[in-house]
């Protein structure tokens, strides 16, 4: 028998990026870009989750519940 667990899948994607990379420019977005994909993997973690894959400025992470993604998307937004 398959097993019959639920995964839930969280993505995330920061609103703006493209003009926020013309405005600041390379080296200030790679800075911000490394900050921002830390503090997402502590939320992702804090919460329960693993990170599955990156989606160029978001991230794809799985969670056993629903509830741990909801979570960590609060905790992503705050």
Partial sequence: MADSSTVTLLFTDL???TQLHDR???DAVDVLR???FRTLNDAVIAAGGR???RTGD???AAFASATDAVRCAVAIQQ
């Fill in 15 to 17: 609103v703006g990026s």
């Fill in 24 to 26: 600041l420019g390379d």
């Fill in 34 to 36: 490394r900050q921002h």
């Fill in 58 to 60: 978001g991230v794809m």
């Fill in 51 to 53: 990170e599955v894959k």
